[in-house]
């Protein structure tokens, strides 16, 4: 009994103490910059997606051999879309996004506080302990959509390999290694996948 009526009192005190560190957080809050604002992350990636076509369709010179008709460029470019699209709904669906945003919310919530006790090794060290408890969680809800997507995508990425291991896609200016098809995917792939989680509202 006593050590249920200390673990209540230790649970009390806890609540109370984020409760009073709540407005410290709130009061630094100012308002978001455009770029960290729903809208302005999907106007930057729509950007991005105009950049990454104007790169594909206009200014990339032709590479041979063709694949089901198409350029090697272009067949990344829509199967990247594609795919990205696939791995943006597995998740939509595959997984409780209420349950996601709330623990996103309690990550964010835990980092705020170890900025505030920065200075406190003990504090920080516990509030640490809590987030990587939710991290797991977080990462628990993730292996479903993982596990459904891991095959099919192996032997979709054996196969481009195959098609596409000697091709150079680009050889720009400013970079000094030219970038394959995996290079290629990767960064449409980003574009492809921020642009449908945010129009999806996908965690």
């Known amino acids: 009994m006593a050590k249920e ?3 209540k009192l230790d649970t009390e005190e ?3 103490e984020e409760t009073k560190e709540e407005p410290k957080l709130g009061s630094k809050k100012k308002k978001a910059s455009f770029h960290k604002t729903k809208k302005g992350q999907i106007l930057l990636g729509l950007i991005a997606v105009a950049f990454i076509t104007y790169i594909t369709f206009v200014s990339n010179v032709p590479i041979e051999p063709k694949v089901f008709g198409l350029e090697p ?3 990344i470019f829509g199967a990247s879309a594609i795919l990205s699209m696939i791995i ?3 998740y939509r669906f595959g997984t409780d996004q209420p349950v996601m945003r709330e623990l996103k919310r309690e990550l964010k919530k835990h980092q705020g ?3 505030v006790h920065r200075k406190d090794p003990v504090k920080v060290s516990e509030i640490s302990k809590k987030s990587m408890e939710v991290n ?3 990462m628990k809800h993730t292996m479903k959509p993982m596990m459904i997507t891991m095959l099919p995508f192996l032997l979709i990425f054996t196969w481009l390999r195959g098609q596409f291991s000697e091709l150079i896609f680009f050889n720009l200016p400013v970079w ?4 394959g098809w995996v290079g290629t995917y990767i960064i449409f792939s980003m574009v492809f996948t921020t ?3 945010k129009l999806l509202n996908v965690v």
């Open 73 to 75: 460029l272009h067949f």
């Open 113 to 115: 506080h170890m900025r």
């Open 14 to 16: 806890e609540t109370q």
């Open 88 to 90: 943006t709904l597995v």
């Open 195 to 197: 642009v449908f989680r």
């Open 176 to 179: 000094p290694h030219t970038l």
């Open 5 to 7: 009526e200390q673990k």
């Open 136 to 138: 797991m969680q977080y």
